[in-house]
């Protein structure tokens, strides 16, 4: 059997890899439709090698007969039309941050935690994670199933792409900019100082805690898709890299974990590759992982300064895992274990 699928925000990043990332694993589609606002009305998007997709409006999108929407176009969009698509009959799989902390809605990562899954006849409605939680949590999984994580301590090196092609594109003029000695300001629309050659620890809104939105989200996702009981403080800095997020994570287990230990269970466990050579060039960084489908573990070593203490460097294409990918396998599983 067949599924029709709709794309919406198809021709954003995210939309973009979802569209590749559907014909590179050749899910089971006998229609796929883009869909984005009445601007994008008529423009052409890839699908796979050969064909081509004309762009529809979301707006006045029909989603009858549709099995499965894949969804990335801005929150408040999604706040809008995913009722109507699930109204007509459609289970809607939501990149945006909408949804996310929706008791009703499933968070899932599904090398974590695929039994949510189910939950989408709640509304519906399954979310997508936090690009930025999606692999870390799919790093700690097979690490707090060896011995349970009591804290987190994470800070965040974030490519411009998780802001959209304006941030990548900022990267780029800025970049430019400077070799022929234009103003930053002439290029500097999106983020809140200069990009290109800097880093910037402010991502999303500020919170009254002091936090980013950011920052709060890695704390409250891990919670609901991990374990509620684990404690997560987060720093989060984006930085001029164009595709790929880095992070460096420090956890508190509450019993001891050894080195060998850790490296073993997330060699074996689902959607992870440990590169971890202790030689120049032993580790994965963000250039290394773009394009790529899986979460790359690297410099992984005991904490000396905290009881049963570990660190570890993870690496992800955050268009992919950290986004497009990871909606894709949960539209594998919901096809595999509820839509028969």
């Known amino acids: ?42 423009r052409e998007v890839s699908y796979g090698e050969d064909e081509v997709l004309k762009v529809a409006d979301l707006a006045t999108y029909d989603f ?30 939501d990149n945006t941050s909408h949804y996310r902390m929706d008791p009703d809605v499933p968070l899932v990562v599904p090398e974590v935690n695929p039994e949510a899954i189910g939950e989408y006849r709640n509304k519906g409605i399954i979310a997508n994670p936090n690009c930025s939680t999606i692999q870390m949590v799919v790093a700690l999984k097979p690490l707090h199933d060896l011995a349970r994580i009591r804290r987190v301590v994470v800070a965040t090196y974030q490519s411009v792409s998780g802001s959209g092609k304006d941030a990548m594109d900022e990267l780029f003029n800025q ?16 983020f809140t100082k200069q990009i290109a050659f800097n880093v910037i620890p402010h991502i999303d809104v500020f919170m009254d805690s002091g936090e980013t939105k950011e920052e709060w989200k890695m ?41 060998d230990q850790a490296r073993e269970a997330l060699k074996a466990a689902p959607g992870i590759i440990v590169v971890d050579h202790r030689i120049d ?44 990918l990871n909606a894709v396998q949960i539209a594998e599983e919901l096809i595999r274990s509820y839509l028969k």
């Open 64 to 93: 009858t007969g549709t099995d499965i929407v894949l969804s990335s176009p801005g929150a408040r969009v999604s706040a809008e039309f995913a009722p109507r698509a699930v109204e007509q009959g459609a289970v809607v799989i």
């Open 1 to 42: 059997m067949g599924y029709k699928v709709a794309v919406v925000g198809a021709t954003g990043n995210v939309g973009r890899e979802i569209l590749k990332t559907l014909a590179e694993r050749k899910f089971p589609a006998d229609e796929v439709v883009a869909l984005a606002s009445a601007r994008s009305v008529g």
């Open 175 to 190: 970049t430019r900019g400077i070799y022929v000695n234009d103003p930053i300001e002439k290029n500097r629309e999106v």
């Open 219 to 259: 704390m409250v996702e891990t919670k609901k898709i991990l374990d509620p009981a684990i404690l997560v403080t987060a720093s989060c800095v984006r930085v001029p890299v164009f595709i790929g997020h880095a992070e460096a994570v420090n956890i508190e287990f509450e019993s001891p974990v050894d080195e």
């Open 281 to 324: 060039e032993g580790y994965v960084t963000p250039a290394e992982c773009a394009g790529e489908d899986a979460v790359y573990v690297s410099r992984i070593r005991s904490d000396p300064t905290v009881d049963n203490g570990l660190n570890i460097w993870v690496v992800a294409d955050n268009l992919r895992k950290g986004a497009a």
